[in-house]
């Protein structure tokens, strides 16, 4: 039986790295954003066959969903950077029938002519030759050192005895969100600060450009935008809650319900309003400064920082999580939109 | 063992709806007729590993949320398609450049 | 004592520092504020001097200690050697702040001069003060930051190159004393000065290694004590004003280098080890050759202030020769003509300073005549002139007897000839212009002076007059008890050096 | 934890990371207060950690276990992330905060804008929260996200700007980070999977010199000596520190860097000295040796003002990597790495701010045409002469007794190291005494032209704190030359060190 | 050689190549966009080492390294989200979204004339 697996193993890793390769050494960008995409997707089947599924759902949402997203935004922003006034007039493109007078109406006939020649953003030189081979020699020897070094260690069961142990009393039943939010809520809390700097570091570059997703044409994307919203909004909502005691939790949650926001975005952009700007700072902070506050009770009662007391883990948790998967969804779409509203620098 | 065997077979008959639809991938000449094998085809093969994985489910929960994975992905596949076809009408065949 | 001894230390010291980094705060036009702190700053450390000499002839203690790092200790300590170095530089201070006030009358930027000038007299005074030889080499560079901006004041630049140079030198001689302090510190531990040397106990197999770190120390301390072939930075210098020449480059810095080797050999080493690392023959033969060299240069120098800071070169190394001789004597001659020369030298750059000043008098054919404008300045050009060379009652000659009877006592006559040559070359140098200036017709017709009270302003003229006045003292007066005489056979008696078999350790003490 | 430890000192480290993250998250919601939160916060912290010194230096000899170690969460070590407090530590939290207060006092008058402000303070907050919770924090994998957090709102500061030199920079500054963060963490990942525990004590005690060592040594040390902008990897350095605004600059040079050498030597000390060995101490030497002679070069060339500062860094980390193969031979004399942090640390930001006042009051900090601002602003200019002696190694000042600890323990190690170490180790005594030859050259070439005759210009006025505190910097570096006794104190009770 | 080859070894060496892999684009492309790619590849790289660890042994998977893992790609989602940010502010400045090796500006100011 484990030779079929070990086969899957193979074939899986090889997949992995001929993706991984094609991406990198491709001169065209969309191509290289795709590939990237269908190596997030490999990815999460990876970490679905080394048993760690919530580690795979974040993968598929955050590594390839969210990330995809943003790359793909960016070639589209480059493309604009690249070249905005393009081409000559030419036969313009049957009318279409929903089009709204949004700004970007002549825009989009402007480029209709030359189809090809908004690609020119989109691709990338060739590598050099001349430094080609000290290149592969470097990074083909780090590998086969760190798989050698590899090689020698044994196989201990690591920190899940540990972890075993005290599961009882970190108040949820799942060892991941168990680590996540009690054994090393630390490492968490930090890392939603992590989230927040990527976003506060994005608005300080700048104020965010019209959105150059154009709404695409017809009642199709609407409509369906209208659909999934809600599911995605239950589906965010189950995911948060199922983390106490299955693969789930707020990461994953967060990136749901952010990828809602990126389609709510997408979809009608131009009716959707900047939101206030004090409020978009405090949502996007609340995660972070709620696992604080809800911390401080341990520094002054408990032994330490973080500590939640045996009876209220489960609930302390739960707050915690809704608070992280709320700011974390808010940053997603604030990473996807760009800059900063125009309406902050008032 | 009925139920693993009805799966086997489901699923068998889902992948070759699978291979029919990367094979229309690999194989059509341009993005419209693409497009139609690979929401058809998958779309169906999803169906049928849908249905085999059914009997596995333990319980009507599993099963409703298989069935809520194979809407969504037809709904998604069906916009998907839609959107791309629509660029390309608008805006031409997007040029390969090797 | 001892606790508010240190205090007085620290008093001393801040005495200068404190109002230096005030006066670098004041504003450029508080002129009459600047000169108050500067004058009160130059009383209270006079005072506070005096208080010290007195608490060191009575033989009280004052010590200052503080831990800069585990084995590295900032020590201050007044004994007889400090007190000679300390007690000359802040009188000559005193003297030459009001030399200074007068001579940079209307000159741009003086707060950073006078600041700069405060911090100079504090690490000078530090130096003369420090305890131990970590202290003395920081203070030694300290000296090095604070003369750089002096001597570029003008700004020039020329006055930049020679900063620059000047730079160069003493930042590679303090590493090199670096270098040379930690060898020792691990040796040794750091120890404070100890008369006869702390280093005479250790064993002899690490006399290898002593003699590597003693040449280094001589080459260190050589370059402010412009020992040739260190010695070209103190010409260049001199293109800095006339007190900054006057008092650091005639007293301060140069005395710096001396004191140094004075300290290392005295108190680190002691003369016996220093004689048996052959220490003492290489700068014997250092000097030797520095004080000819020096002379030589002087002589062919027609700038005045060239020629006086080469005449510095030579007469410094008298110094160095007293301690190479390595007899009481000598030691006695180098010690008394730290003094001296400070004195005698002082004098001669403030006339070279007041010609400059009152009549733009640089070079030495210029001063044909002089007298008759100058009579007085003239005066003590030539009092400090005839005791450079050494005639018998003036100071010059009580050091070069001395060092001579130390020659013959070291048993090395060939340094008479040396002296003999020097002072005939000092003559050379010293005696046509004080001929000229009396005697000879003044060639160019000079615009009659406007009419003031004296032939120069008179903060030049009063503090000209006193220093050559007190360049008369030491030589006529050097039986007294508190002469610099009297007071450096008191450190030799003190034991630092008690050879076997000298006259001096019966203390019978060789009258003038 | 053993029972000897005050519960004061346990509250007061989970407090001190309460309040490094508290502060910045503050900051982020509140942006419009910002500069508010910011200087009352950090003034608080400041007074916080001096009286946890004191606490720490009255408690720390009645302690069996030298470091305060707090697990987070009230789980202990192997499974909780633990909070390490010891000597070192507090050390480079006093000096975070200090030059943190220094550039947030000057950063009020650098950053006029109020839209700029709501953006700078967060961010500013941010990079010192980040170095306050990485020299605290005691676990492999959350020294990789406060690794990212620190360098991440560093990049984000340097870009602020918005000029092109500031944002290719950046750009090449978060590339870099990012390959550093990504190479620390696959050594973490190693020792994981070696130890099955991620505490950095616990690693000590379990560590040998086996491959996993070596290899997690290579990628870990590798990762932070290029975030420290060591030799051959110092290429983000000088476009990133010269193009960014003053106090991140100062911050940059002064407390980032610094913080990556610490982090070198806390993993040496704690982990990965038995893997000292003589080829490592050459390699290490040459490189420092390489840094030193080719960082004055460039400074001695560039044309600007903060570039020569920048290259300057550049070189007195060469200083700190030269420490290391002395530390090999002599592995008593490690505080000169805290040492040569400290004094680098205050200097560095006084002579950056300097540069920064003049290039705000001149318009630009083009060397050859600074004269006339050099010349009227006497103070900015005492400030870079006195911040200049400290980086020279000059008496009384830190970086005397920096340099004095390093060719002490240099000449020590060289007098009993094995005759072929010797030449080496008398090399790295040269190259230490050259260093300072060659920073008195480049420092005399930022402060010369003050005293060359010339026209004065004072040029566009600047605020208050632009024109004292780099003054008070400098001051700082010159008074750490009468602290070197309590800092040595302090440093004695610090963990790894037996 | 079979049972050598399980999860627990065989994803490592799997990390390993897509670590070295992700270098060696990071070196070798300049275009910023392919070098953020690579960035995430070399993350995954170690994720992969990570959760490779984790299944190391017939106990069930180690949650701590798992959540290590999760934790570790929430951050590399961030670094990335920023880093394209930034890609693109300088893409506004500068006009293209190619990091150079070209001579440092920094000794650009050399002539009177240079801003």
């Known amino acids: 039986m484990n030779a079929a697996l070990l086969a899957f193993d193979v074939v899986l890793l090889a997949g992995l790295l001929g993706v991984a390769w094609r991406c990198l050494a491709s001169t065209d960008l969309f191509r290289a954003v795709v590939l990237f995409i269908t190596f997030g997707l490999l990815l999460a089947i990876a970490w679905v066959r080394l048993e760690a599924p919530d580690i795979a759902l974040a993968e598929a949402a955050i590594g390839a969903g969210i990330t995809g997203a943003l790359l793909l935004v960016t070639l589209e922003r480059l493309k604009h950077i690249m070249n905005p006034h393009r081409g000559d007039a030419g036969p313009s493109p049957p009318p279409d029938p929903v089009a709204s007078d949004t700004g970007n109406a002549d825009a989009e006939a402007r480029d209709a002519r030359d189809p090809g020649a908004g690609n020119v953003a989109l691709s990338c030189a060739p590598t050099p030759a001349r430094g080609r081979w000290s290149a592969v020699a470097v990074s083909g020897g780090l590998a086969l050192l760190l798989m050698a070094t590899l090689a020698t260690q044994d196989h201990g069961p690591g920190l899940q005895p540990a972890v075993a142990a005290h599961m009882d009393v970190s108040g949820v039943d799942h060892g991941i969100t168990a680590v996540l939010l009690n054994f090393r809520a630390w490492d968490t809390l930090l890392e939603l600060a992590m989230v927040l700097l990527a976003g506060l570091g994005a608005w300080s570059l700048g104020r965010h450009d019209a959105l150059p997703a154009r709404p695409a044409p017809g009642p199709v994307l609407p409509g369906a935008v209208r659909l999934l919203l809600p599911v995605a909004i239950v589906t965010g909502v189950y995911l948060l809650w199922a983390g106490s005691h299955a693969p789930g939790g707020a990461f994953q949650a967060g990136a749901v319900l952010g990828a809602a926001g990126i389609l709510m975005s997408l979809a009608r952009p131009h009716s959707l309003p900047d939101p206030d700007p004090r409020l978009l700072r405090i949502g996007v902070t609340a995660g972070a400064l709620l696992f604080l506050a809800l911390g401080l009770w341990g520094l002054f009662a408990g032994p330490a920082l973080l500590t939640w007391p045996r009876n209220l883990a489960y609930p302390l948790i739960l707050i915690i999580e809704t608070g992280a998967t709320l700011s974390i969804a808010l940053t997603l779409v604030a990473l996807f939109v760009g800059g900063r509203s125009p309406r902050e620098d008032a | 063992m009925i139920a693993d065997l009805l799966t086997a077979v489901l699923v068998l008959a889902g992948l070759v709806f699978f291979a029919a639809g990367t094979l229309g991938l690999l194989r059509f000449p341009d993005v419209y007729t693409r497009l139609h094998a690979l929401t058809k085809a998958d779309n169906l093969g999803l169906g049928l590993v849908v249905l085999g994985l059914m009997p596995q489910a333990d319980g009507p929960a599993m099963i409703l949320k298989l069935v809520l994975i194979w809407v969504l992905v037809l709904a998604a596949g069906a916009t998907a398609a839609h959107m791309v076809a629509q660029r390309t009408w608008t805006h031409g065949e997007f040029e390969r450049r090797e | ?512 | 934890m053993s029972a000897t430890i005050p519960e004061s000192l346990v509250f007061a480290t989970g407090a001190l990371a309460a309040v490094s993250l508290g502060l910045p998250l503050l900051a982020s919601a509140w942006p419009w207060q910002a500069r508010r939160i910011g200087l009352l916060g950090l003034s608080l912290s400041i007074l916080g950690l001096l009286a946890t010194i004191g606490l720490f230096l009255d408690a720390a000899p009645g302690m069996d276990a030298p470091a305060v170690r707090v697990g987070l969460g009230g789980w202990e070590a192997p499974l909780g992330v633990t909070l390490h407090l010891d000597g070192l530590t507090l050390a480079m939290l006093l000096l975070n905060a200090l030059v943190a207060l220094a550039g947030s006092l000057y950063a009020r008058g650098y950053i006029r804008g109020s839209a700029e402000q709501r953006q700078f303070w967060p961010l500013w907050l941010w990079l010192w929260g980040g170095l306050n919770l990485l020299v605290l924090s005691g676990d492999a994998f959350n020294l990789y996200i406060t690794l990212e957090i620190a360098s991440l709102s560093a990049v984000a500061l340097v870009a602020l700007t918005g000029d092109t030199d500031a944002v290719t920079g950046a750009m090449r500054y978060l590339l870099i980070n990012l390959l550093g963060s990504l190479s620390f963490l696959l050594g973490a990942a190693l020792l994981y999977g070696e130890f099955g525990v991620l505490d950095l004590t616990l690693l000590g005690e379990l560590a040998g010199d086996g491959p996993t060592e070596r290899m997690a040594a290579a990628l870990m040390l590798g990762g932070l000596l290029m975030k420290a902008a060591v030799f051959p990897l110092h290429v983000w350095l000088a476009t990133a520190h010269a193009s960014a605004p003053a106090p991140v600059s100062g911050m940059l040079s002064g407390m980032v860097v610094a913080a990556m050498f610490y982090l070198i030597l806390r993993l040496w000390l704690l982990i990965f000295a038995p893997l000292g060995t003589p080829a490592l101490a050459v390699l290490l030497g040459l490189l420092g040796s390489a840094a030193l002679v080719w960082g004055s070069l460039q400074a001695l060339r560039a044309p600007r003002l903060k570039i020569v500062a920048a290259y300057s860094t550049v070189a007195q980390m060469g200083y700190i990597a030269l420490a290391f193969p002395i530390l090999i031979l002599q592995p008593a004399a490690w505080p000169v790495v805290v040492f040569f942090a400290f004094a680098h640390g205050l200097a560095k930001a006084a002579v950056l701010m300097g540069a920064g006042t003049l290039q705000k009051a001149a318009g630009h900090d083009r060397m050859n045409a600074l004269g006339p601002v050099l010349r009227a602003r006497g103070r900015t200019v005492f400030a870079l002469g006195l911040g200049g002696i400290s980086l020279m190694g000059l008496p009384l000042t830190g970086g005397f007794l920096a340099k004095y600890l390093l060719l002490e323990a240099g000449m020590h190690g060289a007098a009993d190291a094995p005759p072929v170490m010797q030449a080496w180790t008398w090399l790295w005594v040269v190259m230490v005494a050259l260093g300072s030859l060659l920073a008195t050259a480049y420092i005399l070439r930022m402060v010369a032209p003050a005293f060359a005759r010339g026209e004065r210009d004072p040029g566009v006025p600047v605020s208050a704190g632009m024109e004292w505190m780099p003054l008070a910097l400098a001051a700082g570096a010159a008074a750490m030359g009468l602290a070197g006794a309590p800092l040595m104190h302090l440093l004695e009770h610090t963990a790894g060190v037996s | 050689m079979i049972e050598s080859l399980d999860p627990g070894t065989l994803y490592p060496f799997g990390g390993a190549a897509l670590f070295a892999l992700g270098l060696h684009g990071l070196i070798r492309r300049r275009h910023l966009i392919l070098r953020i790619l690579a960035v995430n590849i070399m993350g995954s790289g170690v994720f992969m080492v990570f959760l490779g660890i984790a299944a190391r042994g017939d106990a069930p998977p180690d949650p701590v390294a798992q959540a290590l893992t999760l934790t570790g790609i929430v951050v590399a989602v961030s670094a990335t989200a920023f880093a394209l940010a930034l890609t693109v502010h300088l893409a506004r400045l500068t006009g293209h979204a190619v990091l150079l090796p070209g001579p440092l500006r920094t000794h650009r100011g050399n002539r009177p004339e240079d801003p």
């Open chain 3, 1 to 512: 004592m001892n606790a508010d001894g240190g205090l007085l230390l620290l008093a001393i010291l801040a005495s200068s520092l404190v109002p230096g980094l005030l006066i670098f705060f004041l504003p450029e036009e508080r002129h009459g504020l600047r000169t108050l702190l500067n004058l009160s700053a130059a009383g209270i450390k006079l005072v506070l001097v005096g208080v010290l000499l007195l608490g060191v002839q009575r033989g009280e203690t004052f010590e200052f200690g503080l831990t800069l790092l585990p084995g590295v200790d900032f020590v201050l300590a007044a004994d007889a050697l400090s007190l000679l170095f300390a007690t000359l530089s802040s009188i000559l201070w005193f003297v030459t702040t009001l030399y200074a006030i007068g001579y940079l009358e209307g000159s741009p930027r003086r707060s950073r001069f006078f600041g700069f000038f405060s911090l100079c007299v504090s690490a000078t005074v530090g130096i003369a003060l420090s305890g131990n030889l970590i202290t003395f080499v920081i203070f030694y560079e300290i000296l090095t930051l604070a003369t750089w901006p002096l001597v570029v004041h003008r700004g020039t630049p020329e006055a930049l190159r020679a900063g620059r140079l000047y730079l160069a030198y003493t930042i590679t001689s303090g590493l090199v004393l670096l270098v040379a302090v930690i060898a020792l510190n691990l040796l040794a531990g750091s120890q404070p000065f100890e008369s006869g040397g702390y280093l005479r106990h250790l064993s002899p197999d690490t006399h290898g290694l002593l003699q590597v770190i003693g040449l280094a120390l001589i080459a260190g301390f050589a370059v402010k004590a412009a020992l040739i072939p260190l010695h070209s930075w103190l010409p260049r210098a001199m293109v800095a004003p006339a007190p900054v020449s006057a008092l650091l480059h005639a007293v301060a810095v140069v005395k710096a280098g001396a004191f140094g080797l004075v300290r290392t050999f005295n108190d680190v080493f002691g003369l016996e080890l220093a004689a048996t690392l052959h220490l003492t023959d290489v700068l014997l033969v250092l000097a030797a050759l520095t004080i000819l060299y020096g002379s030589i240069q002087a002589l062919r120098a027609h700038d005045i202030k060239q020629r006086l800071a080469f005449s510095t070169v030579s007469q410094v190394s008298y110094i160095a020769l007293g301690l190479a001789l390595a007899g009481p004597l000598g030691v006695v001659g180098g010690l008394v003509h730290l003094v001296h020369q400070g004195l005698t030298k002082i004098t001669l750059f403030f006339c070279a300073g007041n010609f400059a000043e009152t009549l733009g008098i640089h070079e030495i054919r210029e001063m044909r005549g002089v007298g008759r404008r100058m009579p007085l300045t003239m005066a003590a050009f030539t009092v400090g002139g005839l005791g450079m060379i050494g005639l018998p009652p003036l100071a010059g000659f009580i050091s070069k007897w001395y060092l001579g009877l130390g020659a013959l006592e070291g048993d090395a006559v060939w340094i008479l000839g040396v002296l003999a040559l020097s002072s005939l070359l000092n003559a050379a140098y010293f005696l046509p212009p004080i001929i000229a200036g009396w005697m000879a017709e003044p060639e160019v017709t000079r615009p009659p002076a406007h009419k003031t009270r004296f032939e120069s302003h008179w903060m030049l003229l009063f503090p000209t007059l006193f220093v050559a006045v007190l360049a008369l003292l030491p030589g006529l007066l050097a039986g007294l008890e508190l002469s610099p005489l009297g007071w450096v056979e008191r450190i030799v008696e003190r034991g630092y050096v008690l050879v076997p078999g000298s006259d001096m350790e019966n203390g019978t003490g060789v009258a003038p």
